[in-house]
């Protein structure tokens, strides 16, 4: 299958060169015939797009991945496979992979019980063992995509889960910082008790140290929605009295909020202390609050959630945010454009803010339509961050299907590199080393290797008619690229995970 995907990346290329990817090249059969030189400053080469291309992948209920409960340890695997594979032909360039969907684990951890997402049960380890998440870390990179792991921070239970609760879970270790609510199987952490806060943080610094990750994210679940608990409030009212007999002063809405602040306030400069390289992203509702901008109405997340997503972003504690905007750039009480400009409006920072899209609707000519066109609106307005985030990955996994279609032949046509985010103060990767080799067939290639440093992708120029052409870009796997007739140097470059670009690598061709 990645065969196919490559190749239909560059189609005008060989398919020779495809067998190279993987262990470069080498060998009695091969000739080298020339080496690459630091490109001199003064020489410019076209620039690569630069857009952030990303797909949730949620496992809750098992909405994307894997399938069912049941599926064996290889069937998992190839279900992950196919959809990175799904991912690189589209040209998109970042997964949005849900680890902790209920305070359990898609990979291996001693903090908390294996999801019942993977196995059916619970607290059950796959069997033969391997580890989800490092699996799909070692796919994505190798394909070029970015691989964020998406924790819910404080969801302790799903209705989804009919299984028993294992042992393990929070809810059974540490009964005192969960409630129960309704009658429909949720348990949630209350934000409010300070170990639970340490418990979560505890949780993702574990992620970060030990796994490659390249993101933290959070979606919108904080304070649980109302319906949750049948619309009954949150049940905290011991907490809250303590806190008010302790002298506290704030409102309970407010004390809520705090709550909720003071982890994403603590979380990111931790992230950031563990992997200096590593996101911390938060994809909030669409809707501050009602009114804002005017005529908007909707959901009050700030009241409902207790989540002040537009003091994240201007106080700069995230380094992204992907407010879901659900609805069409028309919509008289939430349009699209509207809302987008809005939260731009707040970023004072100059973090990204990329739109997350719901595309599961997405199957007639018109909706495709409007897809399109909120991507060019991005796309048309240079204050906004290049990029979207789509939910989710199940819905691009047929290529015929309007939306896939419709990306791939318009505006997801060539592939593109992960913006810069200058203020995580990374630097470039180092360039590359780049050979010229000759085949016995007669064909030429350029080898290349990355230097040291994580590198995610390559930026390739060909020089034909005296002028350098513009970039291709191939992903981290690649190790070989095939020479046209007409070229008479190709410059390389390396991509890393972040987005940074190093200097370029010429080799001419004799």
């Known amino acids: 299958m990645i065969y196919r995907t490559l190749l239909s990346l560059c189609p005008a290329l060989p398919a020779a060169i495809f067998s190279f990817f993987l262990t470069g090249c080498g060998g009695p059969e091969e000739k080298?015939?020339?080496?690459?030189?630091?490109?001199?400053?003064?020489?410019?080469?076209?620039?690569?797009?630069?857009?952030?291309?990303?797909?949730?992948?949620?496992?809750?209920?098992?909405?994307?991945?894997?399938?069912?409960?049941?599926?064996?340890?290889?069937?998992?695997?190839?279900?992950?496979?196919?959809?990175?594979?799904?991912?690189?032909?589209?040209?998109?360039?970042?997964?949005?992979?849900?680890?902790?969907?209920?305070?359990?684990?898609?990979?291996?951890?001693?903090?908390?019980?294996?999801?019942?997402?993977?196995?059916?049960?619970?607290?059950?380890?796959?069997?033969?063992?391997y580890d989800p998440l490092a699996f799909w870390i070692a796919e994505a990179h190798k394909r070029g995509i970015q691989l964020h792991a998406w924790f819910n921070p404080f969801r302790a239970n799903h209705k989804a889960n009919r299984g028993p609760i294992s042992d393990r879970s929070i809810i059974k270790q540490k009964p005192e910082l969960v409630v129960k609510l309704g009658d429909e199987g949720y348990w949630w952490m209350d934000p409010s008790q300070e170990d639970a806060k340490h418990h979560t943080i505890n949780v993702i610094l574990d992620v970060v140290k030990r796994y490659d990750i390249d993101g933290v994210h959070f979606d919108d679940y904080f304070y649980p929605y109302p319906s949750y608990n049948n619309h009954k409030g949150f049940p905290d009212d011991t907490g809250y009295t303590e806190y008010r007999q302790g002298g506290g002063t704030l409102s309970v809405g407010d004390w809520r909020r705090d709550s909720v602040n003071q982890l994403i306030r603590e979380l990111g400069p931790l992230i950031k202390h563990t992997k200096p390289g590593v996101y911390f992203g938060i994809s909030p509702f669409g809707i501050w609050r009602p009114n804002n901008p005017p005529g908007v109405a909707g959901m009050d997340q700030f009241e409902e959630l207790y989540a002040d997503a537009r003091l994240w972003i201007r106080e700069g504690w995230v380094d992204y945010l992907m407010p879901q905007l659900y609805w069409p750039i028309g919509s008289e009480k939430q349009s699209f454009s509207d809302l987008l400009l809005w939260w731009n409006g707040q970023n004072f920072k100059k973090r990204h803010i990329w739109p997350g899209l719901n595309i599961s609707g997405v199957s007639e000519t018109a909706q495709t339509g409007e897809l399109l066109n909120q991507i060019s609106f991005v796309r048309d307005n240079p204050s906004v961050s290049r990029g979207v985030c789509l939910f989710s990955a199940k819905h691009l996994m047929d290529p015929g299907k309007p939306a896939a279609k419709a990306l791939s032949e318009g505006p997801w046509k060539a592939p593109a590199v992960i913006p810069p985010t200058p203020w995580l103060n990374s630097p470039p990767p180092p360039p590359p080393s780049v050979d010229l080799i000759k085949k016995r067939n007669g064909d030429v290639l350029t080898r290349f290797r990355a230097g040291e440093g994580d590198v995610l992708q390559f930026v390739i120029n060909e020089k034909q008619d005296g002028r350098f052409q513009p970039p291709k870009i191939v992903p981290a796997m690649f190790r070989s690229f095939a020479v046209g007739k007409s070229v008479t140097a190709v410059a390389v470059r390396s991509v890393d995970r972040t987005g940074n670009i190093s200097s370029a690598v010429v080799v001419d061709l004799p």
């Not at 496992?59 to 064996?72: C, F």
């Open 32 to 129: 080298k015939i020339g080496e690459g030189t630091a490109m001199s400053t003064d020489q410019k080469l076209p620039s690569p797009d630069r857009e952030l291309r990303a797909a949730w992948v949620a496992t809750v209920d098992n909405i994307d991945w894997p399938s069912r409960p049941d599926l064996s340890v290889v069937e998992q695997q190839q279900e992950a496979i196919a959809i990175l594979d799904r991912v690189l032909a589209l040209k998109m360039n970042a997964v949005i992979f849900q680890v902790r969907p209920q305070a359990d684990a898609l990979y291996h951890s001693e903090l908390e019980p294996w999801s019942c997402y993977l196995t059916g049960e619970q607290g059950m380890a796959p069997s033969p063992g």
